[in-house]
């Protein structure tokens, strides 16, 4: 069973970088695309971004300048940089594993973690 | 973008009585040459991740229990829970992945006991 765990502050300043690593555990993380996808509170959800197994991303174009997703060198992780955060930017931050190509809905999913932009 | 609206936004169902939302996307979701519908659902109980239901708009993940059945094709879909459990209140989001982008998700159905 895969299993995934996202770790990073819970805190983060306003204008600064947010910065969250995925633990992916029980499986491989070649051949699937691995996402962030974040919920403010109270809120919906909105898709951040993938990096596929080969390093290619696709993100958000309402967040692609200020976004950066990346495979870890061990390949067991994967990690999400958000800069010049601000408030809008609180939210519970979730990975997830979308199937593969063409078939981008997320079969396994994280437990979040909050992270909150205050000074 | 796609954008995905839900409706309701709340219902109130009695348990054992069915319970349906749409979910209705701004342009087709159907692929013509394989004749499939890039939609999925997700249930999502407080404090917890979403949980995918529904794929292809009407393929049931493993696991899922029967009650839970989506149709619909092109810009209209429905999400049907045919006999309403106690378990099953949440908050039900459908999400296109017709296009990366980007990937969207509806704003959100919340299902309560009456």
């Known amino acids: 069973q895969v299993h995934l765990q996202e770790s990073g502050p819970g805190l983060v300043k306003p204008s600064e970088t947010l910065s969250l690593t995925c633990t992916v555990s029980?499986?491989?993380?070649?051949?699937?695309?691995w996402s962030w996808i974040r919920q403010p509170p109270g809120k919906g959800l909105e898709w951040i971004g993938y990096v596929y197994d080969s390093g290619s991303t696709t993100y958000n174009p309402s967040l692609k300048s200020r976004v950066s997703i990346s495979l870890g060198t061990s390949k067991n992780h994967f990690s999400l940089k958000l800069s010049s955060v601000t408030a809008a930017d609180t939210a519970v931050y979730y990975c997830a594993r979308a199937y593969g190509s063409g078939t981008y809905y997320f079969d396994f999913w994280g437990q979040g973690t909050l992270v909150t932009v205050s000074s | 973008d796609i954008v995905m609206t839900q409706s309701p936004d709340s219902l109130a169902v009695s348990l054992g009585e069915r319970a349906t939302i749409n979910c209705k996307s701004s342009q087709s979701v159907l692929y013509s040459s394989n004749n499939k519908n890039y939609l999925a659902w997700y249930q999502q109980k407080p404090g917890q991740p979403p949980k995918v239901l529904i794929y292809?708009?009407?393929t049931r993940e493993s696991g899922v229990p029967d009650r839970f059945s989506g149709s619909g094709s092109g810009t209209d879909f429905t999400l049907t829970i045919s006999s309403l459990q106690a378990e099953d209140v949440a908050v039900y989001y459908c999400q296109q992945y017709y296009t990366t982008l980007p990937l969207t998700f509806g704003g959100g159905t919340k299902v309560e006991i009456k």
């Open positions: 029980g499986g491989s993380i070649s051949t699937y695309y």
């Open positions: 292809w708009a009407s």
